[in-house]
């Protein structure tokens, strides 16, 4: 029964191509050889820090992104409420082009080990919690311009990939139609000198919400039926999973569906994977995807669909806090099926999981409501 | 440079030997028609549950894992206390039944609406909420003395494999070598009706906490280097993790290595892994793995290593609570090097992390530390 396995690869790992790399390097030696030139000509060394605060951010009407502003801060070495923030960030560059050298890569948790040590003839550390260098990590990021990706640094991997796809990731070859009922696990680094597209026969990319909503999907094989990639992001998507789906977006054309939960949560996952997010602004144009749909679930699904109230769970005042929010999101201004979605969803009083499908059938939501979804564009939020 | 991909399988997916599948829906029809005859006899309906409490569970010194005793308790229809609960474990059972004979899975949040109904003619529902589904599915595990894969229910999937290992998952062939960076994301259920092992060449199984640590070693081809199969299941293990090391040990005899955090949590889940937990006590001759071993991170690593404070992270005095609590769990006692070990993490006043290795170097775990423990075999801990 059991197919014989591929012959196991003989090259080595795949080295990333050398280009991207000597770029991210040669934008931290750039950005410390500016440094020792001051120090160097006696004046106060200094780094020009983009500020990253909701001052510094805004929604480009025309890119359709949230993008960050260009006022920045200057980080002085001789100011007594700078200098340690200085040397941090210096030290984090250093480790990071350590990093970049070596090929190597560290979770933002490791980067914190790497970069603590105690300072020479002091009980001082340079680092007293990873709270402390995550925020440096991100004024690096900025500083040089380079994704935390870019800088060999990855957060904690979550989500999943199957269908329609074969690709390259570090060497060997995957074809994603023949993951079994895993999937591949979506790696934090999924830039192009880790990841090559190589055959691509799918229309679009579903994402859900949830793994145990993409396993409904997986064991169904909606990607086999419907040509398409399955993903999920266990929840909020992570880098990984959010730039990946940027690149096959772009990349290969792909239309992006997106299908959430019916809630305040559901609503900004989706903002995110859309438009990007504040915090993470300065990386807009390499992670949001502007096109992405929301195929559902709307709150006008529950009267669609006849469902009973079995689905329904009712909205809780942080619920109803949340979706005034979002109401409020510059993004969502003038976006009059929006305004509608969030009403309808406030109106009902209750929110809907993509799960409750299960209460019409386990594979309703595969045979019928996504198949409809896909039918019936004019019930798309965009 | 990329190889070419396999050829794409032309088989549809495999189905699962319908042995099992007979065999756990013989148990669930068991249960049905006794009901039923009781019934029709006019007698009062009755199931009995398999009690899953502490006063039920014991550590059994010869299996060397976490059992669950024989008390009984009967569930009438004809008792006012019982008859929804009752009628509760029925719905679910039938509900299995569907799930088993359509061939088809679904999550524990799935069953959950699949049962959930008004019952006719009240306003009465069937289950209020999940938190009242849950426990019947476990009624249900131990009343019919099925897996809950058995049953072809799943929770939500965490963790990833990578290593000297091929398997055939659905049909398809997986070979583990080749997964580049991301790796195979082990599913919810992994149960030889799914998931066959092919061929291994795997010495040993290296099981990590957490995805970041595991990604350290993937990109150091630890796996390659060191002939073995990589695991890490996001913290505390899920079942399908838990069951698939189980699989692993059991069916390819490979010794299970687990690398963990020093702290209370770390020495928890390898005390889960080794000899079950209290909840699941009813599988653990399925799940526990008694000759697993703790490699590290022990509280002697500190000077060990002649690691520094950098590494160090203050007790707060909820771990010292759980330690204690620990200390006290039967199966460590009469370990004398875990009582060592814990006494130790409590002199120290301090926690260690297996990321904390990093200080010495980035590859420091891959390189130096986990070689060493693994010719050092006196410094586990069992």
Same mark, same amino acid.
């Given at each position: ?22 770029? @991210?390097?040669?934008k931290i030696?750039r950005l410390a050889?500016s440094v ?10 200094h780094v020009d820090i983009p500020i990253r605060?909701?001052?510094? +951010? ?14 920045t801060q200057c980080r ?13 960030t210096l030290?984090v560059a250093?480790?990071c ?28 550390? @340079? ?9 440096v990590l991100e004024d690096l990021e900025v500083a040089v311009e380079a994704?935390?990706?870019?800088l ?10 199957? /269908? ?24 934090? *680094? ?17 994402? +859900?919400?949830?793994?145990? +909503? ?16 399955? @993903? ?33 949560? /559901?609503?900004? *996952? ?12 300065f ?11 929301? *195929? ?45 979605? *969030? ?40």
């Amino acid at each position: 029964m059991a197919k014989k396995a591929a012959p196991k690869k003989t090259a080595k790992r795949r080295k990333p191509s050398g280009k991207r790399k000597i770029d @991210t390097g040669a934008k931290i030696e750039r950005l410390a050889r500016s440094v020792a030139e001051e120090a160097f000509a006696k004046r106060d060394p200094h780094v020009d820090i983009p500020i990253r605060a909701l001052s510094n +951010v805004s929604f480009n009407e025309k890119t359709r992104y949230i993008e960050m502003g260009d006022k920045t801060q200057c980080r002085n070495f001789f100011n007594y409420g700078q200098a340690k923030r200085f040397m941090q960030t210096l030290l984090v560059a250093s480790k990071c082009k350590d990093l970049v050298d070596q090929d190597k890569t560290a979770s933002i948790r490791q980067i914190y080990y790497l970069a603590k040590h105690t300072i020479k003839g002091t009980n001082e550390k @340079t680092f007293d919690d990873q709270s402390d260098s995550d925020p440096v990590l991100e004024d690096l990021e900025v500083a040089v311009e380079a994704l935390r990706e870019e800088l060999h640094i990855f957060a904690a991997g979550r989500g999943a990939l199957m /269908g329609e796809l074969t690709f390259v990731d570090s060497g060997d070859t995957i074809d994603a139609t023949r993951l079994g009922s895993g999937g591949y696990a979506i790696p934090g *680094i999924v830039e192009p000198e880790v990841i090559q597209f190589n055959k691509c026969k799918a229309k679009f990319v579903l994402h +859900v919400e949830k793994d145990t +909503v993409w396993r409904r999907f997986v064991e169904d094989r909606f990607w086999e039926q419907h040509k398409c990639i399955l @993903t999920h992001g266990g929840g909020q998507p992570p880098r990984g999973v959010r730039r990946l789906l940027h690149r096959l977006h772009n990349e290969l054309r792909l239309p992006v569906y997106v299908l959430l939960d019916n809630d305040p949560w /559901g609503y900004y *996952i989706y903002s995110v994977i859309r438009q990007g997010s504040i915090n993470l602004a300065f990386e807009s144009s390499r992670m949001a995807i502007p096109d992405a749909r929301y *195929i559902g679930v709307s709150a006008f699904d529950y009267e669609r669909f006849g469902l009973t109230d079995d689905v329904k769970i009712d909205l809780d005042a942080n619920d109803v806090k949340r979706s005034k929010q979002i109401l409020g999101y510059p993004w969502f201004q003038g976006k009059r099926l929006w305004k509608r979605e *969030i009403k309808k969803l406030l109106a009902n009083g209750f929110k809907m999981e993509v799960e409750a499908m299960c209460s019409k059938s386990l594979s309703f939501v595969t045979e019928e409501y996504v198949p409809h979804k896909l039918k019936h564009q004019k019930e798309w939020l965009d």
